[in-house]
């Protein structure tokens, strides 16, 4: 068992241990006063495992209720969140009570936001069984959902009590989930580490997957203690995702996945890097060599300028500015503010 502790303005742990799962109800019963709760999950992972979670709850005396939405990134609305709300009042929900976010990011990101909000805020515990969800969105405090004007327009900053992570479920993901997170992965080996990027590289993920996994918890740890409310160091972890989040708009959330998505925006940050002058020559083929090995795409045929104009919807946008996360090298990141009339051109080299 691994246990990394977040200290942001709300302190929680987050225990990684394979098995973990079917005892999870003793770490949350220790976590957390209320005895009754509101499991939320998806279509996909009900089946999977919301019966073993729901017993281990009961066994230690806690009266649990379930939320089950559709899966997929299309429900990740105000109505699905409405719709979990609806589920906390009729499951008696008072302030002292709790819910279990079981799934994927979407699940988490929605059902922190739905507790951030509900009589004013209600604790949650997070249980992510998708790669990407372990390593990155179940860790920070980050919640919301999304609007048709783009992704995670309407959220709030909301820490989870406890993050229980079980790296076991990774094995009922398909490869194209699976290689999705390791995205999110390669990230942050490019954003503050070289080393975690050189084993991703030459060595299977698969073959060191619980190390990945608390390596990157632990570098995500160490940046949102230092800015958790996102004014500075942590913009970093935006790396790729502000092309990422307007290549995804553009297939209306159908089609492509997020960490595919986010790694052609990190290509195309990469390349504009080169191109300014900012990061050394080669950065770009290595890091698209690295996205291949895992079956990742590198480039879209959607034109730039209609990423950029999707872009303009990001959270990152200042005015008539936007920051934008840029590599110097692998390990190094810096944020850059661009005016947003040349941002097409700043990308592209020509704006097209």
């Not at 297939?251 to 052609?264: F, L, M, S, W």
């Amino acid at each position: 068992m691994s246990v990394i502790s977040v200290k942001t303005p709300r302190q929680y742990d987050i225990t990684i241990e394979n098995g973990i799962l079917n005892n999870c109800g003793r770490i949350i019963a220790d976590t957390v006063k209320g005895k009754n709760c509101v499991i939320v999950t998806d279509s996909n992972v009900a089946p999977l495992y919301l019966a073993t979670v729901k017993k281990s709850l009961e066994s230690y005396g806690i009266t649990v209720s379930t939320h089950i939405f559709p899966a997929g990134e299309e429900n990740k609305t105000l109505q699905t969140v409405e719709q979990m709300l609806h589920s906390f009042c009729e499951a008696g929900l008072t302030r002292s009570d709790f819910t279990v976010a079981l799934g994927g990011g979407v699940c988490g990101d929605m059902t922190g936001f739905a507790s951030a909000i509900y009589m004013r805020g209600i604790a949650y515990i997070g249980i992510p069984t998708t790669l990407l969800a372990q390593i990155d969105s179940s860790v920070g405090g980050k919640t919301g959902c999304d609007l048709s004007f783009g992704k995670n327009l309407v959220g709030s900053f909301h820490a989870p009590k406890a993050v229980i992570i079980d790296p076991l479920c990774l094995n009922t993901l398909p490869q194209r989930i699976f290689n999705d997170g390791l995205g999110e992965a390669i990230k942050y080996g490019v954003i503050k580490s070289e080393k975690l990027f050189d084993r991703l590289m030459n060595e299977n993920a698969k073959d060191f997957i619980n190390e990945l996994i608390e390596e990157c918890v632990s570098i995500k740890r160490d940046v949102t203690e230092n800015d958790f409310f996102e004014k500075g160091e942590r913009m970093l972890l935006n790396y790729g995702h502000t092309i990422g989040h307007a290549i995804e708009k553009y297939y209306n959330y159908k089609d492509i996945t997020h960490g595919e998505a986010i790694c052609i925006g990190m290509v195309t940050m990469a390349a504009a890097a080169e191109r300014n002058g900012l990061c050394e020559i080669g950065l770009a083929k290595k890091l698209t060599a690295c996205l291949h090995k895992y079956a990742l795409p590198a480039t879209t045929a959607i034109e730039l300028s209609k990423l950029c104009e999707g872009a303009l919807n990001d959270k990152k946008r200042r005015g008539k500015d936007i920051k934008i996360v840029l590599p110097e090298k692998i390990g190094t990141c810096v944020i850059k503010t661009v005016p947003t009339d040349t941002l097409a051109q700043y990308l592209g080299g020509d704006g097209e």
